[in-house]
């Protein structure tokens, strides 16, 4: 920590929390507005998406026709749609899934059953509410305990320098680490997140049963652990989105399903770089806290959720929504329930406070920030440990 800031040991922990809650009291109740507000970010996404599929049929449908388009032509119209089809899957889970799990709706008066945390994405509604790689129980559990209770802690599941220490501590070419990380990022949705979620689903099960705790999960779909992920996490989300949405395209004939279906792979891959690139970056550089034990009062816990946290540039919806409202990340683990709306009006207060406590407020473009995460990721540099600074 630069020398102009405080401490984490000297900071007033208990006047830290008594600010931050006289803050949020400020705020009020969640209002009709505030749900109008997500309303409109998920037509926003839903927009993207339909339009991303409108164009694949259009192309498709010229294929057949006398109007053919150059290859050039063609491949540039399909990147639009796929970057189309790829943002309204990111705006899915982080403009709509994100704040409903954790109930930031449900005080809404007469907000519909269907975007509270105990309806949203349940059983059947899976599949209209968040369809994704990620089963959204196991999810919830992963991020809305484990990591924000956790933050910054070995029992983070998004504790990016410890999830990578197998790479960090290998005599592995440095080009190497680049490649692999670059490669992860565009899969990891599938390769991070769906079995790192079931993991942490199956191992608190575990901990009530009182039986060993699960490690590495199965991948291999002949073992118990890993045959559970491929039929409740792989296979439905490849089935619909990989052989299913582009056989609609069969009428337009072969050709088209096989457009569609390339479409659809380009747009999964765009999907896993721009959540890749406004979520991991959120907790993870050189500057960012790491802890050794858990926090002791509430006071820390907030305190934590500043130090151990990073915002990106903020400002009208346009900016929040391709951000998917990771960009106040601090004021999100700060009031993890709180309707996305909120966060803007909340956003300069926290930074008021911050300024008043001689705490960093960190704040930056996320590409800068994502640049830092790859260095932590590689082994270039390492988290701040409290004590050490």
Known sequence: MSAKYAKYEDIDKDQLQVDIEKIKESIGKATVEDFHHLLKLERWGRISTVSG??????????????????????????????TLIGVGNVSRWANVAHPILHGAYDKVPNVPYRYTKAGFAKKGRRYLDWFDWIKPEAWVYEHNIMHHYHLGEDTDPDNVENNLQWLIQSKTPMWARYLFVYAF???????????????????????????????QYEISPFKRNGAILWKEYILPYFSVKFVIIPMLFLPLGLEAVFNAFIITVMAEYIANLHSFLVIVPNHSAEDIYRFDTPHKSQGEFYLRQIMGSVNYKTGTNIVDFSHGWLNYQIEHHLFPNLPLSQYQKIQPL????????????????????MKMTIELMVGKTNLLKVGNV
């Open 53 to 82: 599929y409108l164009i694949i049929f259009i192309l498709s449908f010229l294929e057949i026709s006398s109007y053919s388009l150059s290859g050039i032509i063609f491949w540039t119209f399909a990147l639009l749609a796929a």
């Open 185 to 215: 990022a565009g899969t990891w949705k599938f390769t991070y997140y769906a079995p790192n979620t079931l993991k942490i689903l199956e191992n608190k099960k575990r901990r009530k049963l009182k039986m060993p705790q699960v490690t």
């Open 350 to 369: 926290i930074k008021d406070l911050c300024a008043k406590h001689n705490l960093e407020y960190r704040q930056e473009n996320v590409f800068k920030r």
